[in-house]
């Protein structure tokens, strides 16, 4: 069992930065070998994919809306993962959630049912 704790979500101006973190807890290995994802929700549309990171190495993977301006980090002392969000944009206003999922060949990285454990959610609102 894998409980994922998120923080660090706020109200920025176009073009400020903010820094989420995603805490997991309950296990020794909470975080070992595990594909590790943000994912955001607006208001009314589904659940969308940002950033994923495999915890047993290799490089992380970005959605194209983000990528340039979003780095997801693992401090694997910590069970922690974070998301540095930079350049925000008022369309990167949405609910942030981590989320965890044992990690399997072929699994799709950026689809929420293949993902287990999920936090509840931090918010992040970006003003023009």
């Known amino acids: 069992q894998v409980q994922l704790v998120e923080s660090g979500g706020g109200s920025v101006q176009a073009g400020g930065s903010l820094r989420l973190s995603c805490v997991a807890s309950g296990a020794s290995n909470s975080m070992t070998t595990k594909t590790v994802t943000w994912f955001r929700q607006a208001p009314g549309k589904g659940r969308e994919g940002v950033a994923t990171?495999?915890?047993?190495?290799?490089?992380?993977y970005y959605a194209g809306a983000v990528k340039g301006r979003f780095t997801i980090s693992l401090d694997s002392a910590q069970n922690t993962v974070y998301l540095q969000m930079n350049s925000l944009k008022p369309e990167d206003t949405a609910m942030y959630f981590c989320?965890?999922?044992?990690?399997?060949?072929?699994?799709?990285?950026?689809?929420?049912?293949?993902?287990?454990?999920w936090g509840q959610g931090t918010q992040v609102t970006v003003s023009s």
């Open positions: 989320a965890v999922a044992v990690t399997r060949n072929g699994m799709k990285i950026f689809i929420p049912d293949e993902y287990t454990w």
């Open positions: 990171i495999y915890t047993g190495g290799g490089s992380p």
